[in-house]
């Protein structure tokens, strides 16, 4: 499976901006992720991929789809690739993927909390989870494991 990161636009089939009625109608006619809860007039919808354990929130701003946020899949064998500008930011080290997209032209703003913005693309990038995901001798988390597409940073 594949998921693209369009900045100002959405991640695959979600399109920022979108009714809820839209995401739902585009969730039910993809048929690959499971809601895992959501309310009749929802601020979110949480979502769930069985076979990969990754995890999407779309988020709702006035009944309009204002950011999509990705958890990194937690099965390491998944075949799944997320990719902006066509890098998997969830299987390319995040230091590695950070020059990348520094030496495609994108401003990347860190921040002592953990989260790494490119602002012009309305993106945000993280490696904080608690889960255990693959660490360096340093134990630090490998790759990032969150990614926010947004309308709005």
Do not use: C
């Not at 390319?92 to 495609?104: N, R, W």
């Not at 309305?122 to 889960?131: G, H, T």
Request: hydrophobic share 40%.
């Amino acid at each position: 499976m594949e998921l693209e990161l369009l900045p100002h636009v959405g991640v695959a089939r979600f399109r920022l901006g979108m009714s809820v009625e839209e995401a739902r109608g585009a969730l039910d006619e993809w048929g690959l992720f499971r809601v895992v809860a959501s309310d009749a007039d929802p601020g979110q919808i949480t979502l769930t991929h069985d076979a990969s354990r990754l995890g999407i929130v779309l988020g709702f701003t006035k009944g309009a789809l204002s950011g999509v946020e990705l958890f990194r899949f937690r099965n390491e064998d998944a075949d799944v690739r997320v990719l902006l500008d066509g890098l998997d930011v969830f299987r390319t080290p995040s230091e590695g993927l950070f020059e990348q997209l520094a030496e495609q032209g994108h401003t990347i703003e860190e921040n002592d909390l953990g989260f790494d913005a490119l602002p012009e693309l309305k993106v945000i990038l993280a490696n904080q989870s608690s889960y255990e995901y693959p660490m360096d001798e340093e134990g630090d988390p490998i790759y990032y494991d969150y990614v926010l597409v947004a309308d709005q940073i």
